[in-house]
């Protein structure tokens, strides 16, 4: 069967575009292919700087043949029903339709529509122009002459070339003509930019990556990488050194070139008086080049690693001149703005107030930022205040849920004051990514607690789904609060999440709070820490903050709050293998200590694991069933009532009720000790008296108060599940 070469050949494409580039190209194409009736069997993407490039193997040489009836109207129809059938079917006249009969409906029309199969190159020739056209990328341009003309080629550089051959492996292969915007296709490509330019004929993959590796091109991303980074391994060892690994500048590094050539530089090492985190940041950001680090130590050297496109005549020694040069220059700037934080600010004077409002030491620099980001007023939302405003709430919410999660609140206060102070420094200024980490660095400079400097920097996290949460009591008081914060504030103002759109990143603020909670193990009653947020607006608590001018009754939202850390919840139970049926059976509106509901769900799941645990949900989903059945003609709650004892008159349904009169009192002692596998566990034990009841009783007994007595029995096994779970929500 024969195999697709594809390659798209253009300037640079930006390195963060070209994975998911390549693979849009992949599911482009084979959705074509699949849409017109071919098949393939196997299809893999391909991509460096200058190219996008598909390998399809095993394509169906023709589509098959097609035959589909279509019925149309009766013999006897009106005219412009019968005319109207021709259109749709495609016929010139009603003698190419056929005349079926039907005994009941009598003779019919029917068009049988013959496609014929067509050849997987005329399919392909087709479908390749509009692919190209109509390509994905989130940013492209027009290029040339041809810009000027409405409807000319977007793309994301200017399109150079298009290679397309489609062949068998034992045959000569053929170019699949098409053309887009004067670019032909054809079977040339074209190696390294610098060391083999000129034309390259290909006929299909295998000698496509041979010749493109004789041109200096390395076609497979994942070899580049693997390439880079042994290499960079090596050449740090040669040093005695240790490269720092960083898979993100990996990845970006792979796309930037084709012929990887790393090479070792080095800078002064008085610039290592920088913290490591601002050294690693201005090499990655400015010059996409590795540090490295001493392996006993851990502390990073005046060695990096630059990745070359190029094997220079002169081993490099040029290149790695000009970097460096680059980076030193980097480097200085970053290593004054790194002085310049540990210096006074010049307007200490008209710090005092603002000093005084938090309680701040203005002989210490980060509380001097803190002194300045309240004094200018920086605004964290029209409706919510300024940033001081916010950090003052903050602080309170953080002194509160301080006992709450094993953190002293004087500890959990002053980590929270100092907590957004980097905002203002020099080196946050320059580099946003080390806020947080640069507020830990300048609080340990100024002697305070280990526990509140760590705060500072981890009050931020989680940032992501497989980001670390802070496990240190003052650090998960303060995160806590800083995103009970967010998620109160924006829901008072009515600035929810809707649809695709979280400018204010609210779901992974609520996340962040369940993961908090979840992995240490954390009790938390949220309907009490939003109602102390909405205390803390009140002007006779608030020292510092101006009062949102919001009414009270309208700011209390909750309730709508609770459900959304819900929905959070249960993304992130069916992400950690939860069922979701378990989730809806556990999960009641009320609910607000999430760590309860986990536990019950994890008690739930074990007991449905268990044959006594699967055998009572299937009677007591079919008692729900008929007690649902029966309130259908009684009334929702009919037979809540109690049980009268005098007309229980069989065995099994009098061993049902004092069976679940002693599994309610131990399910209720269970719930009181909140021992949730306790009480699952107890209530498998009525799993016996609930088969044998549906053995021997009749429910809907023809003597009235009897069926009414013995559905109030099955309304009593229903309260008594509801306790832990509602049943009715399980599958199965």
């Given at each position: 069967m024969p195999d697709l070469l594809l390659e798209l050949f253009c300037e640079e494409i930006p390195a963060r575009m070209q994975r998911k580039a390549a693979g849009d190209l992949r599911k482009a194409v084979t959705d074509a292919l699949v849409d017109a009736g071919l098949t393939y069997e196997g299809a893999r993407?391909?991509?460096?700087?200058?190219?996008?490039?598909?390998?399809?193997?095993?394509?169906?040489?023709?589509?098959?043949d097609i035959s589909e009836e279509r019925k149309g109207p009766r013999t006897d129809a009106p005219e412009k029903a019968v005319e109207g059938f021709l259109r749709g079917a495609g016929l010139a006249s009603i003698d190419e339709a056929e005349v079926r009969s039907d005994p009941k409906k009598g003779d019919f029309y029917v068009a049988v529509i013959k496609k014929p199969g067509r050849d997987a190159e005329e399919i392909i020739a087709e479908a390749m122009p509009g692919?190209?056209?109509?390509?994905?990328?989130?940013?492209?341009?027009?290029?040339?002459?041809?810009?000027?003309?409405?409807?000319?080629?977007?793309?994301?550089?200017?399109?150079?070339?298009?290679?397309?051959?489609?062949?068998?492996?034992?045959e000569e292969t053929r170019v699949?003509?098409?053309?887009?915007?004067?670019?032909?296709?054809?079977?040339?490509?074209?190696?390294?930019?610098?060391?083999?330019?000129?034309?390259?004929?290909v006929r299909r993959f295998d000698d496509y990556v041979a010749k493109l590796e004789d041109a200096r091109v390395v076609l497979d991303a994942e070899r580049r990488k693997d390439m880079i980074a042994t290499d960079a391994r090596n050449l740090a060892f040669a040093q005695s050194v240790e490269l720092v690994e960083d898979e993100g500048l990996l990845e970006e590094v792979s796309g930037l070139v084709e012929w990887p050539v790393p090479l070792m530089g080095e800078f002064e090492a008085d610039y290592l008086e920088i913290p490591d985190e601002v050294v690693r940041l201005?090499?990655?950001?400015?010059?996409?080049?590795?540090?490295?680090?001493?392996?006993?130590?851990?502390?990073?050297?005046?060695?990096?690693?630059?990745?070359?496109?190029?094997?220079?005549?002169?081993?490099?020694?040029?290149?790695?001149?000009?970097?460096?040069?680059?980076?030193?220059?980097?480097?200085?700037?970053?290593?004054?703005?790194?002085?310049?934080?540990?210096?006074?600010?010049?307007?200490?004077g008209e710090l005092k107030a603002s000093a005084e409002k938090f309680g701040l030491d203005l002989k210490k620099s980060l509380d001097q930022r803190m002194a300045k980001l309240d004094r200018l007023d920086v605004t964290?939302?029209?409706?919510?205040?300024?940033?001081?405003?916010?950090?003052?709430?903050?602080?309170?919410?953080?002194?509160?849920?301080?006992?709450?999660?094993?953190?002293?609140?004087?500890?959990?206060?002053?980590?929270?004051?100092?907590?957004?102070?980097?905002?203002?420094?020099?080196?946050?200024?320059?580099?946003?990514?080390?806020?947080?980490?640069?507020?830990?660095?300048?609080?340990?400079?100024?002697?305070?607690?280990?526990?509140v400097a760590k705060a500072v920097e981890d009050h931020y996290k989680p940032l992501g789904p497989t980001d670390d949460v802070p496990t240190g009591p003052v650090a998960i008081a303060v995160a806590l609060a800083d995103k009970l914060d967010t998620l109160t504030g924006f829901w008072a103002i009515d600035e929810k999440p809707t649809g695709s759109k979280d400018p204010y990143?609210?779901?992974r603020a609520a996340l962040g709070v369940i993961r908090i909670l979840l992995e240490n193990g954390i009790r938390l009653r949220l309907h009490t820490q939003m109602r102390f947020w909405e205390s803390s607006l009140a002007p006779d608590m608030v020292e510092a903050a101006t009062p949102v001018s919001i009414d009270s009754h309208e700011l209390y939202r909750n309730v709508d709050l609770l459900s959304f850390f819900h929905d959070r919840l249960k993304v992130y139970l069916r992400d950690s293998g939860a069922r979701h049926?378990?989730?809806?059976?556990?999960?009641?509106?009320?609910?607000?200590?999430?760590?309860?509901?986990?536990?019950?769900?994890?008690?739930?799941?074990?007991?449905?694991?268990?044959?006594?645990?699967?055998?009572?949900?299937?009677?007591?989903?079919?008692?729900?069933?008929?007690?649902?059945?029966?309130?259908?003609?009684?009334?929702?709650?009919?037979?809540?009532?109690?049980?009268?004892?005098?007309?229980?008159?069989?065995?099994?349904?009098?061993?049902?009720?004092?069976?679940?009169?002693?599994?309610?009192?131990?399910?209720?002692?269970?719930?009181?000790?909140?021992?949730?596998?306790?009480?699952f566990t107890v209530l498998a034990e009525l799993r016996p008296a609930v088969d044998a009841f549906f053995d021997a009783v009749m429910v809907n007994a023809d003597d009235k108060a009897v069926r009414a007595n013995r559905l109030a029995l099955l309304s009593s096994l229903r309260a008594t599940t509801r306790k832990l779970a509602d049943f009715s929500k399980i599958a199965g």
């Open positions: 993407e391909y991509w460096t700087p200058r190219r996008l490039a598909l390998d399809i193997r095993g394509v169906t040489a023709r589509s098959a692919i190209i056209r109509s390509f994905p990328w989130p940013k492209s341009m027009r290029w040339g002459k041809a810009s000027r003309e409405p409807g000319s080629l977007r793309w994301v550089r200017p399109l150079q070339s298009i290679l397309c051959t489609f062949g068998p492996e034992t699949i003509a098409f053309e887009v915007d004067g670019i032909v296709a054809g079977n040339v490509t074209r190696g390294h930019r610098f060391h083999a330019p000129g034309e390259i004929t201005t090499i990655k950001t400015n010059q996409k080049c590795f540090v490295c680090r001493d392996p006993e130590t851990q502390q990073l050297t005046n060695r990096f690693i630059l990745v070359a496109n190029i094997e220079a005549t002169d081993g490099g020694k040029e290149i790695v001149h000009g970097n460096g040069k680059v980076v030193r220059a980097r480097l200085s700037d970053a290593l004054h703005f790194w002085k310049t934080d540990q210096a006074d600010l010049p307007d200490l964290f939302h029209a409706k919510l205040g300024t940033q001081g405003e916010r950090v003052v709430r903050i602080a309170r919410l953080a002194e509160e849920l301080a006992p709450k999660v094993g953190a002293d609140p004087k500890d959990a206060r002053r980590a929270a004051l100092l907590a957004k102070a980097d905002l203002t420094t020099e080196v946050v200024g320059e580099f946003p990514e080390v806020q947080g980490a640069m507020g830990r660095i300048y609080a340990e400079l100024q002697g305070e607690d280990p526990d990143a609210l779901r049926d378990l989730i809806d059976a556990i999960l009641s509106p009320e609910d607000d200590d999430l760590l309860i509901v986990v536990r019950k769900v994890e008690a739930l799941g074990a007991m449905l694991d268990t044959e006594a645990g699967a055998n009572l949900l299937a009677g007591t989903k079919r008692a729900l069933n008929i007690l649902a059945a029966e309130e259908k003609k009684d009334g929702e709650g009919a037979f809540d009532g109690a049980v009268d004892k005098s007309l229980l008159t069989e065995p099994a349904e009098r061993e049902l009720a004092n069976v679940l009169e002693t599994v309610s009192g131990h399910v209720d002692t269970h719930i009181g000790k909140e021992d949730y596998t306790g009480a």
